[in-house]
């Protein structure tokens, strides 16, 4: 387990990414270059229908500061610098927006604000240890004087088990997730998520599982009470590179065709 209660994105994160990381209908390739002097080249694309999208993004790491330079199809040209450990436990990035992030033995603090004449300004923290951690992230519109975002969070976890409840959407929807490490020879895990509206007093449920048939290959499934099923198999053919086949089907709709998606990430 991690020392720390770590950031406020970390509440829940582990649910999320069993319930949802890595499925997707779309194509995507990636395939990963490194230079004689360690600059990495990072060029990928995404067929999404008839729309094709891509990107080349290039990375120099020089002792603590990493710099990624991002340009797409369109031209769009971003850049990321990222200093780590400027000081014990903080981590700063400068892109479009400044972020500071700090972690300590019982806190931890992102904000962020953008490099605009009326920024945004991000904040969240976070206080506890490895296993209680309780924060909040509000964001604030400097032009319209307004709050966008309030959100707050609870979470409890030892070394096989993590339980969250998080209140989000300026406090209009109550989550609570659940995570749980079955089997940890075979990474088998399984995790539930309960969303409820306090505006329609709707819910949402959404269960899924992971379970490796082999230290190379993955197999997961999630499925709510809405009828969407997903399932995917992920293989590692070599170390870093992945291949993934994703599938999502509407049961109470199966007339209609089921999506597919593939994705393929090449590292040397």
Excluded at 74 to 94: Q, R
Excluded at 192 to 201: D, P, Q
């Amino acid at each position: 387990m991690a020392k720390g209660p770590g950031l406020y994105t970390d509440i829940g994160k582990k649910t999320r990414d069993l319930l949802y990381r890595d499925y997707q209908g779309d194509h995507k390739f990636t395939i990963t270059t490194f230079s004689p002097t360690g600059v990495a080249i990072t060029s990928s694309g995404t067929k999404k229908g008839d729309l094709f999208l891509a990107d080349v993004n290039t990375q120099l790491k020089r002792n603590n500061i990493t710099t990624d330079i991002k340009v797409d199809i369109n031209s769009n040209l971003s850049t990321t610098i990222v200093v780590d450990e400027l000081a014990p436990g903080l981590k700063t990035i400068l892109s479009f927006k400044l972020e500071l992030q700090y972690l300590h033995e019982y806190a931890g603090i992102s904000t962020s604000m953008g490099i605009t004449a009326n920024p945004v300004v991000n904040f969240s923290g976070v206080v506890g240890t490895n296993s209680t951690a309780i924060g909040t992230e509000v964001s604030f519109d400097t032009k319209t004087g307004n709050f966008t975002k309030y959100n707050a969070g609870i979470s409890f976890s030892n070394a096989d088990l993590i339980a969250a409840l998080t209140l989000n959407d300026k406090c209009e929807t109550l989550n609570a997730s659940y995570y749980h490490i079955v089997k940890p020879l075979t990474n088998t895990s399984v995790g539930a998520e309960v969303k409820h509206s306090f505006s329609t007093n709707e819910n949402t449920i959404t269960v899924g599982t992971q379970h490796a048939l082999d230290p190379l290959t993955t197999v997961k499934a999630s499925i709510n009470n809405l009828g969407k099923a997903n399932a995917l198999i992920q293989h590692e053919w070599r170390p870093k590179s992945l291949f993934t086949i994703s599938g999502e089907i509407d049961t109470k709709a199966v007339d209609k065709s089921a999506k597919f998606g593939l994705a393929l990430a090449l590292k040397p």
